[in-house]
């Protein structure tokens, strides 16, 4: 049975977007071309906008990613641009204090009204973090194990007088911090792959973002973390990633992706293959090289769905009713244009199906 889907947006905060294309367009990732996509997602009926953490690009004849711009802030000066939206930001774990962040997150959240909530990147992004010298030796081996005593410290920041805490990772002596989130705690999400990911998010977050290579491994994943949750006896949102090449037609679609996949920037692809699968298992060393030898290898972190109008959405209800998705977060090549074109041509579709909420009067 069709069930209401929250759709997002995942916002630009690198130029050129994901794609790593000379043929896909160009941009900076500025405050102000994000502040114009967020009100539009928002006028047209979107839920959520989403920011990643990134902190080096990869280089190749596109400079993909060589600019960026910071997750929280960006979320945090985007709250007063958009009443109604909520606000996910990034946070990685290995580079700041639980402390710290704890303060910073509430502040984050009442300047947005309540309407923050925080990805957790456990993901030990090695090419990042040592060019800081903020990489622990052996991050891989425990980074959730890291994570977790992190995420409880904040947590217990946020709903405790005083925290004293003896851990593996840190020491907190009558810890305070005031005031406290507007609802007594904010979402957590956090973006995986993996069963050890999948038993996290269950068992410490609210919402569980995820990509996959087909439909049925986006519905398997869904069901998967909903069955760990039930487990836990805790209730768990899902979201998935698609990077949506929407055409006026399904060939019309084909040809734009065609087009992009002809300007690939092979230089900067191999340094996102060298640096991804350095030091990986042989499984995720696999995977990695099997896409990198895909056409979809133009897009960063995920394959494209290509499609017209009524193929999109029957994507999407197969998504919400086959795999109990909760919600939908979108890339697209050029964002104002693919939400003005989404809205034109795929919202009144989800409207009829009872898939988003009915447009107001």
Known sequence: MAHEVDLGVFMPVTNDGWIISRNAPKFQPTFDLNRS?????????????????KW??????????????????LMTGLA????????????????IHPAVFAKMAVTMDDVADGRAGINIVSAGNRGEYAQMGLYPANFEDYRYEYTEEWLDIVKRLWSEDSVTHRGRFFELDDCVAFPKPRGGTMPIVCATSSERGFRFVAERCTDGFF?????????????????IARETGR???????????QGDSDADARKMFEHIEAGADVEAIDNIYRLRS????????????????SKARVFYGGVPFIGGPETVATM?????VGGDLDGVMFVFPEFIEGLRRFDAQVMPILRRQGLVRKASA
Not at 43 to 48: K, L, M, N
Not at 316 to 320: P, Q, R, S, V
């Open 316 to 320: 999407i209800e197969e998504l919400a």
């Open 278 to 293: 350095a030091g990986k298992a042989d499984n995720r060393e696999a995977s990695y090289r099997d896409r990198y030898e």
């Open 235 to 245: 209730p768990v949102r899902t979201h998935t990633l698609v990077m949506l090449i």
């Open 37 to 53: 996509i967020a009100r539009l997602a928002e006028q047209i009926g979107f839920d959520y906008v989403f920011a990643m953490g």
């Open 211 to 227: 990509g996959g290579t087909t439909l049925e491994a986006k519905k398997k994943t869904s069901r998967r973390i909903k069955d």
């Open 80 to 95: 007063s641009a958009v009443p109604r939206l909520r606000l996910i930001s990034s946070v990685a774990p290995a580079l």
């Open 56 to 73: 080096r690009g990869f280089g190749g004849g596109t400079d993909f990613w060589k600019y960026q711009i910071e997750s929280m802030t």
